[in-house]
Structures are given as structure tokens and as C-alpha cells.
């Protein structure tokens, strides 16, 4: 096989955007599948901060771990802000609310409330 005439080829322009579309309607329908599912099977609790990172545009990455059905399950998020001064390490460690899917934990967020942004 002559690997020289394959890199050569030209890849038709419509391979391409279809390549493309095809990936971005599958991120768009796993988005809109997993807000579905926490707006179905949602289930608000409270999970504990374990640690956070710096993100972009200031937002923080968030890791949280939570029990649902007797299991620990650890859940990442982002913010901006929480009611506890994120910019500190004295967030580690504190309570938030949550919203997990009962079909599937692993599907989870933050809830946003007052003092969160």
C-alpha cells in the first residue's frame, strides 16, 4: 500500500461539515438528555466540597461528593462563586445542594441558589 498516495488525497469539503455536524449534534443531545433527565428523576440533597480548581473565565471547578442509595458518589460542577468565599480553602469541606438523577447518580449538578452564581 503506498501511504504517500493516501496522505496526498483530498478529503471532499462535505465530509468534513458532515464530520463536523455529526459531533456537534451529539454534544447538544447529550446536554439536552442529561437536563431532561435531572428535570425528570431529579432528586435535591446535600453533598460536601472536597476540592476546586481554578477554571476559565474565573470560574471554578468544582468536586463534590454525595450518598445515594447507600453509595458515595462523586460529582464536578462549576461556579463562579459560593456562599462560602470559593477564593479560600475554607470551602473545602462545607455543605451544598445538589440536584442528582435517581436513575443515575452519576448525572449531577449544583444547584444555583442564593449566594451562588
Sequence with gaps: MDFKKIANKKIPKWLGW???L???GYIFFTVLSEQNE????GVETEAVVTSYTWGN???KNIEFKFK???KLYTGYDHA???PCGIESEDCVGTKVKIIYSSRDPNVSE???GEGYY
Excluded: C, H, T
Excluded at 435531572?38 to 428523576?41: F, G, I
Design 68 to 70: 445515594a442509595n447507600n
Design 57 to 59: 473565565k474565573g470560574m
Design 22 to 24: 455529526i459531533l456537534v
Design 80 to 82: 463562579s462563586s459560593l
Design 38 to 41: 435531572l428535570s425528570k428523576y
Design 110 to 112: 449544583l444547584v444555583l
Design 18 to 20: 458532515g464530520v463536523i
